[in-house]
């Protein structure tokens, strides 16, 4: 039998992987097929991120019984972080050392990050990343696989420091459609600190779109969306939704107990009202759960 893996066999395996997936030809690891998830892959990165879970973030994490030992669950979260979104990556580790690396989960990613940074969209693909499309969520659950979505996309992993503390869906309810025409449970996800790992002060991005309209092009030629200003490593002061290196912040994250809807099915997944009534009880809870969760960590830092 091998040598178990080092923190560093893993961190030479993830250069090497990112440097064959920048190689990698345009039409392969697109993010829309479910076989290019590697367990194998997931294996080796695996004490990699554990050496940064236990001693970078230092991650308390609590809720895991609400995840069902087997099946499928839609897991929905409150995006934080920047690009390098440290609560998701850290809760992906969390799930694979409760389950294992063949159970399959995946988890939906912007599609612009297969053109603004193909490299890490083709690596993060063999971990089990989709492009956000309806398209790949039906195809995930549909193989009983589970499915991890942030319905707040870019504008709530870019959202001001102010409302790090907020749900921040920006009414995007495609999330409730899929729940209810496939059945299936939703199982909230929330976290503190990781918001924190970055300071972003504002948002300019209605600014860009004025100007853009006024015919000033997009930077590449891709609309990116959001374009925050931050404070944060490595930049120092950064102009756009440039990668970020997280600050070494102690992250908490909890996973909720699951969502139940009353109604399932096309005519539910149809009825607006209905639609919009789940969607809210869904932002409801899950900020409630999120105020505790902030409650719990600043009575604790008092304490201390």
Not at 23 to 37: I, M, Q
Request: with cysteine; net charge neutral; charged share 20%.
């Amino acid at each position: 039998m091998p040598p178990p893996e080092t923190f560093s066999d893993s961190a030479a395996f993830l250069v090497s992987q990112y440097l064959k997936a920048a190689a990698t030809p345009n039409n392969t690891l697109t993010g829309w097929s479910l076989e290019d998830r590697d367990p194998h892959v997931i294996e080796k990165l695996l004490p990699f991120f554990g050496g940064v879970y236990r001693h970078y973030f230092r991650v308390k994490t609590d809720g895991w019984e609400h995840i069902p030992a087997e099946g499928k669950v839609l897991l929905i979260g409150s995006h934080n972080g920047g690009w390098a979104a440290p609560d998701t990556v850290m809760m992906a580790y969390d799930w694979f050392r409760h389950f294992g690396t063949e159970r399959p989960i995946y988890a939906q990613m912007e599609s612009r990050m297969w053109r603004v940074w193909p490299a890490l969209a083709r690596l993060a693909t063999q971990v089990g990343a989709l492009r956000a499309h309806p398209q790949t969520a039906l195809a995930a659950l549909r193989q009983n696989a589970s499915l991890l979505i942030y319905p707040g996309g870019l504008k709530d992993v870019f959202r001001p420091h102010a409302l790090r503390h907020k749900i921040h869906f920006g009414g995007h309810q495609g999330f409730i459609k899929l729940a209810l025409q496939e059945a299936v449970p939703i199982v909230p996800l929330i976290s503190y600190g990781a918001h924190s790992t970055l300071f972003i002060l504002a948002d300019v991005y209605p600014v860009l779109q004025r100007l853009h309209h006024r015919g000033i092009p997009w930077p590449w030629g891709i609309d990116p969306g959001t374009w925050p200003i931050y404070l944060g490593l490595p930049w120092g002061l950064a102009l756009g939704p440039l990668p970020n290196i997280p600050l070494p912040v102690q992250l908490h994250t909890r996973i909720c107990r699951p969502i139940f809807f009353d109604r399932y099915g096309d005519a539910a997944a149809h009825d607006k009202a209905y639609v919009d009534e789940c969607y809210h009880r869904v932002t409801r809870l899950m900020q409630l759960e999120l105020d505790r969760l902030v409650e719990e960590e600043k009575g604790q830092q008092n304490d201390d």
